[in-house]
């Protein structure tokens, strides 16, 4: 079958657009009551009525997941780097690594919130540590993957390690890295909203999670709904931005981008 | 003339402890350009790897100019099967590549990289990726970027055995073109008799398992060497002389 022009972006839009309608038909012909679930529109008003206070949060959400997520950037390129360049430091720091992967973030998040002070830097720390995994594994596993002919032609030159590093190891590892990213991406959104659970923090200073928490206790479904709607919007911008970047950065030359045009 | 590389009696085993090749002595002449010719398997892109200090030697030695090959004193350039360029870069930077390493400023590297590629007649796709290019093309790109060091040895491992037949002849021809305005010392790897007879003055016969030299024959024809050569008396007579040394081996081969 041959796919329309375009069709990546009305078909999943005409899809959810009528899946919506089905979902406001179904509350209003069977009389569901928005204590149980809540019509699509009413949705849209709460949100619309609760606009000041869910903006300020999703603010604060938004603030937290970029932070984490540039800070996994920046700590798992680094380390990355690091282990390649060095076999006996990945060998000392890499079981670490996995060991803060493996642990459920619930678990470890009521500590750090004892041992660090502001509630801003613990929420921060949480959704970093989620976050900074798949870029750390994925970019030493591009970093590692380098062509062999194009590294004996390096050898070949006399390349220096930074040379290596930065005309060869670099570029090889970016496909990896970009991967890494949109995994990153939605786990820092994901870290973000579980630490904030897991803080049960009230407040000025708060995001999302604690809106949906507080309607939970007010048992106001479509508030928690309307919260809910801004962390799946969130979630989805940053994937669609994850594809915006991997697209910059590899658009020109390498196969997975290739395809998808 | 100098002697520019030299190989004398080279071993080479792997880690599995099986020898690639064995007994292995030549001398190559500063400026020359000589065919590794033989069958698959027989050692010559271990050969290649030796003269470029990519592999040591487990017994012999492999020197380069003064030096033994490892220490690298000597300019060369290598050639692979696969044209091997960075599909992150463009044409120009692929083939700036070598001199950026070396320390050139990014700006003269590229000055030089734009020679080297109207060199080849890809003057006008430098702004291109790999991707973007044929297979002969590509190979011609990789071909400029082992000339823009002006190396003074030139190492060629099949470097056209991919490639249609006519796109190869066309790209002989061209690397003959090259070769007699840089006059690098030339090895080229092959394994087709006639592309070794119509490059090079000189072809080493390989064969055996471990590989080891069995024949040394020099090629008269005259230069530049040209199209018509391919159906001229003369070359398909060294071509049958090729072809006799590289049987021979095979039935020795057998008979060991």
Redesign the interface.
Same mark, same amino acid.
């Given at each position: 079958m041959i796919a329309p022009r375009r069709a990546h972006i009305w078909v999943p839009g005409v899809a959810a657009i009528g899946l919506l309608i089905a979902w406001e038909l179904v509350v209003r012909l069977r009389g569901i009551p928005p204590f149980i679930l809540p019509a699509p529109t009413l949705i849209l008003t709460t949100l619309w009525n609760n606009l000041d206070s869910l903006l300020a949060s999703w603010l604060f959400t938004i603030k937290i997941t970029f932070g984490a997520l540039l800070l996994a950037l920046v700590g798992g390129v680094f380390l990355a780097c690091a282990f390649a360049l060095s076999r006996t430091l990945e060998l000392a720091l890499f079981p670490l690594a996995i060991a803060l992967q493996v642990t459920p973030i619930v678990a470890i998040a009521p500590l750090i919130l004892i041992y660090v002070e502001s509630t801003t830097a613990s929420l921060l720390i949480c959704a970093f540590i989620v976050a900074f995994f798949p870029i750390l594994s994925n970019t030493l596993v591009g970093l590692r993957s380098a062509d062999t002919n194009l590294q004996d032609l390096f050898t070949l030159y006399g390349a220096s390690r930074w040379q290596r590093l930065r005309w060869l190891l670099g570029p090889s590892a970016l496909p990896y890295l970009v991967a890494g990213l949109k995994i990153s991406g939605g786990l820092a959104l994901i870290g973000a909203v579980v630490a904030e659970f897991a803080a049960g923090a009230a407040g000025r200073e708060t995001g999302l999670a604690s809106r949906i928490l507080e309607a939970s206790f007010r048992t106001e479904i479509p508030k928690m709904y309307a919260a809910l709607t801004l962390v799946v919007l969130t979630g989805v911008a940053i994937f669609l931005a994850a594809r915006v970047f991997s697209h910059l950065l590899l658009g020109r030359w390498h196969p997975s981008e290739q395809s998808s045009n | 003339m100098s002697i520019q590389i030299e190989l004398a009696n080279v071993e080479k085993r792997f880690a599995n402890a099986v020898a690639a090749i064995e007994g292995f002595s030549a001398q190559i002449t500063a400026g020359q350009f000589v065919a590794l010719l033989g069958p698959s398997g027989c050692g010559k892109t271990t050969v290649l790897?030796l003269i470029?200090?990519?592999e040591l030697p487990t017994a012999g030695r492999v020197c380069v100019g003064e030096l033994s090959a490892a220490k690298?004193g000597v300019a060369?350039?290598?050639v692979?099967q696969?044209p091997?360029l960075? *599909?992150?870069?463009n044409v120009l930077d692929n083939v700036a590549? *070598?001199l950026?390493?070396?320390g050139v400023s990014r700006r003269l590297a590229r000055t030089s990289a734009q020679d080297a590629l109207a060199a080849v007649g890809l003057f006008d796709r430098s702004n291109a990726? *790999?991707?973007e290019l044929s297979g002969g093309m590509k190979m011609r790109v990789s071909i400029a970027r082992a000339l823009v060091?002006r190396p003074s040895v030139l190492l060629l491992d099949e470097p056209f055995a991919a490639l249609d037949e006519i796109t190869r002849h066309r790209l002989n021809d061209e690397l003959l073109g090259q070769w007699s305005v840089q006059l690098p010392t030339a090895v080229f790897v092959t394994h087709s008799v006639f592309e070794a007879v119509y490059l090079s003055q000189r072809v080493l016969v390989m064969g055996g398992r471990p590989g080891r030299l069995i024949a040394d024959l020099p090629i008269t024809l005259a230069d530049p060497r040209t199209p018509a050569l391919r159906l001229d008396e003369s070359f398909l007579r060294q071509c049958r002389m090729v072809s006799e040394a590289l049987e021979q081996g095979k039935t020795r081969e057998v008979t060991l």
């Open positions: - | 790897r470029a200090g990519l690298r060369m350039s290598y692979f696969e091997t960075m *599909p992150w870069a590549l *070598p950026r390493i070396g990726y *790999p991707t060091t």
